[in-house]
């Protein structure tokens, strides 16, 4: 089987939130999967009450780029399902601030990335 893959590197997202999408867009079609994301991002659709927008907006670029890469391989858009998706962790560093004194605040980052299978 043709597969394409597409990653983020450290993306600001926590990894708690990406491993529950993560769960959630396994195995489903690419197409299927992009018009959840969507749900999630305009609140017509949550996970446990909750809707996760940032997130949802980082994993819906990755499923277009990855959809882009598949393109690129000649695969049919309309046959792509959700091989692999996976959220790791990514480095912690701290975001500056405006003065001198004050200490940042540490920001935790994620890795992403997808393996999309034509089926």
Do not use: H
């Amino acid at each position: 089987m043709k597969t394409a893959t597409s990653s983020i590197q450290n993306a600001e997202i926590s990894l708690k939130q990406s491993l529950i999408i993560c769960d959630q867009l396994r195995g489903k079609r690419l197409e299927s999967g992009k018009n959840f994301l969507e749900a999630l991002i305009d609140k017509k659709n949550n996970l446990d009450g909750k809707f996760y927008p940032t997130t949802a907006k980082k994993f819906l670029d990755l499923l277009e780029s990855a959809e882009a890469n598949a393109k690129v391989k000649n695969l049919t858009a309309e046959k792509l399902f959700i091989k692999k998706i996976k959220a790791d962790k990514g480095y912690r560093y701290i975001r500056p601030k405006s003065r001198w004194r004050f200490r940042g605040r540490r920001v935790k980052s994620s890795t992403i990335q997808v393996e999309v299978e034509e089926r």
